[in-house]
């Protein structure tokens, strides 16, 4: 079973850019469609971003679009998502998971997941 571990969050103020990475375990990450899901405190996990096996199709959350982009290499066997223009409610524990249906915004349509990266925007 793919394993997958999210690195790059970290403390940030508002206005700047943060790289996360998730990196899979195996090379048949490949063939599965990614995304990205936050959990702010005291709320439930949210959809922010999906690509598709080939990195060509991408959707967003409306709250991050124009902000944040998902990319990935399939050589290098990671997905990426970009943060730029960070505001304080964009903090969050950042989380990748595969994806099972496409198109999809549902929690219940993703995993397996990784185990998170915290990133904080302060004002």
């Known amino acids: 079973q793919v394993q997958l571990v999210e690195s790059g969050g970290g403390l940030v103020q508002a206005g700047g850019s943060l790289r996360l990475s998730c990196v899979a375990s195996?090379?048949?990450?490949?063939?599965?469609?990614m995304g990205w899901f936050r959990r702010a405190p005291g709320k439930e996990r949210d959809f922010v971003a999906a690509?598709?096996?080939?990195?060509?199709?991408?959707y967003y959350a409306d709250s991050v679009k124009g902000r944040f982009t998902i990319s990935r290499d399939n050589t290098k066997n990671t997905v990426y998502l970009q943060m730029n223009s960070l505001k304080p409610e964009d903090t969050a524990v950042y989380y990748c998971?595969?994806?099972?249906?496409?198109?999809?915004?549902?929690?219940?349509?993703?995993?397996?997941w990784g185990q998170g990266t915290q990133v904080t925007v302060s004002s």
């Open positions: 998971a595969v994806q099972r249906v496409w198109p999809s915004r549902a929690l219940v349509d993703f995993g397996p």
């Open positions: 195996e090379s048949t990450f490949s063939s599965y469609r």
């Open positions: 690509i598709s096996v080939s990195g060509y199709n991408t």
